[in-house]
């Protein structure tokens, strides 16, 4: 079964830290994801990485960079993190080949910030 | 992205069939149509595709309409544990991306 794990369930931080949110995926996939889910607003993803250190912004990235040094792993890291950051974030990786398209997903990471 | 529009909500009873609808009609020759599914509490998970012609695998049934604007997603002997939000998406042929809508929030009734 392909996994998809995250870091933290749950994690509280203040206003200003640097928050780093881990994900590791472990069947080689090139594509990594990493998504925010806030109620009536859906999933919208944040930035998504094809390659190592290869990164292409999603459609929210403001406040929020990425790092992928090795391909398993893809961080999301909040340099000041802010209230308005309080959110499910959720890490996904990507299998294509040919007819089949299948995103797997990690648990989900519930950051509040005080 | 082409979008796709579902209900917000559906119910239905335990052990009866669910048909899930989606409607997109700006889809292009090229769109895969996907279904997603997110259980309470967990990250979303795959549920079906399909380009034209229907497809069935252990989970579910998609039923794609020949003008392909619209589509459904059938689960043919609802449980408690389908309980969840099911996203009907489009992905371009090529594209590594979904965009996920608001989905579809099924109730099942015991």
């Known amino acids: 079964d392909v996994k998809v794990t995250q870091s933290s369930r749950y994690l509280v931080k203040r206003t200003g830290e640097k928050v780093f949110l881990e994900c590791v995926q472990d069947?080689?996939?090139?594509?990594m994801f990493w998504y925010r889910q806030d109620p009536g607003l859906g999933l919208r993803l944040i930035y998504f990485?094809?390659?190592?250190?290869?990164?292409e912004k999603g459609d929210i990235p403001e406040g929020y960079s990425v790092s992928r040094e090795k391909k398993e792993r893809f961080s999301l890291i909040l340099e000041s993190a802010s209230t308005n950051q309080t959110s499910m974030y959720l890490c996904?990786?990507?299998?294509?080949?040919?007819?089949?398209?299948?995103?797997?997903f990690g648990p989900g990471t519930r950051l509040t910030v005080t | 992205d082409a979008k796709t529009t579902q209900p917000n909500s559906m119910e239905s009873n335990e052990e009866e069939p669910v048909h899930l609808p989606c409607n997109h009609s700006?889809?292009?020759?090229?769109?895969?149509i996907h279904w997603y599914r997110q259980l309470p509490s967990q990250g979303p998970e795959y549920v079906i595709h399909?380009?034209?012609s229907n497809v069935n695998n252990r989970m579910a049934s998609l039923a794609i309409a020949e003008d392909r604007k619209s589509s459904t997603l059938i689960l043919h002997r609802a449980t408690l544990r389908d309980a969840a939000v099911y996203y009907c998406?489009?992905?371009?042929?090529?594209?590594?991306?979904?965009?996920f809508g608001q989905g579809t929030r099924l109730t099942i009734n015991p």
């Open positions: 700006t889809i292009s020759g090229t769109d895969y």
């Open positions: 069947m080689d996939h090139e594509n």
């Open positions: 399909g380009l034209t």
């Open positions: 996904a990786s990507s299998f294509w080949q040919g007819f089949r398209y299948e995103q797997y």
């Open positions: 998406i489009l992905r371009g042929q090529g594209a590594q991306k979904l965009v």
């Open positions: 990485s094809y390659d190592v250190k290869m990164k």
